[in-house]
Antibody, heavy 119, light 108 residues
């Protein structure tokens, strides 16, 4: 069965970087885009961007351009999201989500990774 | 940028009630909207795609409607397991996506 398993919680200081991983299994990794969505405590969902696991093409949300980088390692079927110059308002649960097989949308999600930014 | 608004932001209803949530886009997005359910402490789940199509395995008490700028999401008979926050998601300007602010549904 399809699974996306994310790395564990992180605590970072303001100005630092964080890299969250998302290991896929149960399907052909390079066939689908992986999206990243974050959710600040008690807040809604924010789409951050996506990466083609086939060719590495990326699309980022405008407000994160320049601070976020999404990559993949096809040898381990793992997607990564790195966020730099962390601020307190980057504190959030970060999710990876696979593009739906047949329609536009996200059909499988990781369990989420809590990133806390605090001095 | 396309902005999405949802109303109400929260609601309380009794088991068996009909619940309707609306989502409005700042411009015409045709039928390019999905609806997700997020239970507390869990990852979101796709319920409705392309405004009105039920995702495989989703109970038929969930439905969606609308086109253009105004959309509705309905639970025909609210069940205790439907306690969650519901989000609309527009994809008119792919490859970018935008979520609505969410509607929290509780049992009265």
């Amino acid at each position: 069965q399809v699974q996306l398993v994310q790395s564990g919680a992180e605590v970072k200081k303001p100005g630092a970087s964080v890299k969250v991983s998302c290991k896929a299994s149960g399907y052909s990794f390079t066939t689908y885009y992986i999206n990243w969505v974050r959710q600040a405590p008690g807040q809604g969902l924010e789409w951050m961007g996506r990466i083609s696991a086939d060719n590495g093409n990326t699309n980022y949300a405008q407000n994160l351009q320049g601070r976020v980088t999404m990559t993949t390692d096809t040898s381990s079927s793992t997607a990564y999201m790195e966020l730099r110059s962390l601020r307190s308002d980057d504190t959030a649960v970060y999710y990876c989500a696979r593009d739906h097989e047949f329609v536009v949308g996200f059909d499988y999600w990781g369990q989420g990774t809590l990133v806390t930014v605090s001095s | 940028d396309i902005q999405m608004t949802q109303s109400p932001s929260s609601l309380s209803a009794s088991v068996g009630d009909r619940v309707t949530i609306t989502c409005q886009a700042s411009q015409d997005i045709s039928y390019y909207i999905n609806w997700y359910q997020q239970k507390p402490g869990k990852s979101p789940k796709l319920l409705i795609y392309d405004a009105s199509n039920l995702e495989t395995g989703v109970p038929s008490r969930f439905s969606g409607n609308g086109s253009g700028t105004d959309f509705t999401f309905t639970i025909s008979s609210l069940q205790p397991e439907d306690i969650a926050t519901y989000y609309c998601q527009q994809f008119d300007n792919l490859p970018l996506f935008t979520f609505g602010p969410g509607t929290k549904v509780d049992i009265k």
